[in-house]
């Protein structure tokens, strides 16, 4: 007897999470600490997940967060996935979750700015149309961390390295639209994708949010680096 139900109506629930899941992210990010210019991915993400779930447990919403969480049923032939943060929500199955995947944008370096765009698509992006993460449900995220706090100049690397890599993407066309999540948001983007392997079409909602480095520690981080 199957007491557990069919993946596919499941999904139903995390399509409706995700305006919730976004606004917390947003929410948490208000109160974020000033990062260094060159923070690194792991420690940010912990400290974001941190206030994630205080700010869950204020609004009382329904679904776990955890980091660093391992997908043990990725698509067929590729390797297991290890999600920065997962919202899961309160079901007894682990494949039914929204995955937010968080990378470094606009790092600065002693000569100029590193854009990052690419990995962001190769090592995230890529990592959900291939099934490692998030295959049983129809959307996902991108959390860039925008370390220069230039989210505009950090939105147009991103959308020129996905459109570079829109056939591996999966999309044709190559568009990045505006959220219909929060279609007023300048700091959100959305793209549509189509998945091989059986997998079902996917949704990425992309969210970029700014640093805001203390001028001193920008200037001494510089340095060192020069």
Known sequence: MNTVGDPSKWADLIDSLVPD????????????????????????TKALCRLLKLNRTAADLPFRIDTQFVELDPAAGEDEGRCDIVFSPPINREDI???????????????????????YVAFGMLRFVRGQYA???????????????????AIRSVTAAIIRRA????????????????????????????????????????????????AAIFARSSARQS
């Open 21 to 44: 899941i976004v606004q917390l992210v947003f929410d948490a990010w208000q109160v974020m600490p000033a990062l260094s210019p060159v923070a690194l991915e792991d420690p940010t």
């Open 97 to 119: 979750y929204f995955c937010l995947e968080c990378k470094r944008l606009n790092v600065p370096k002693s000569k100029g700015v590193r854009s990052c765009a690419s990995e």
């Open 135 to 153: 295959p049983k449900v129809r959307h996902g995220g991108m959390l860039g961390y925008v370390l220069n706090g230039n989210i505009d100049g």
């Open 167 to 214: 056939a591996d993407l999966g999309m044709s066309p190559a568009t990045v639209s505006a959220s219909t999540v929060q279609p007023k948001n300048r700091n959100m983007r959305e793209t549509e994708h189509r998945r091989a392997q059986g997998l079902g079409p996917l949704q990425v909602h992309h969210i970029f949010v700014a640093n805001r480095p203390n």
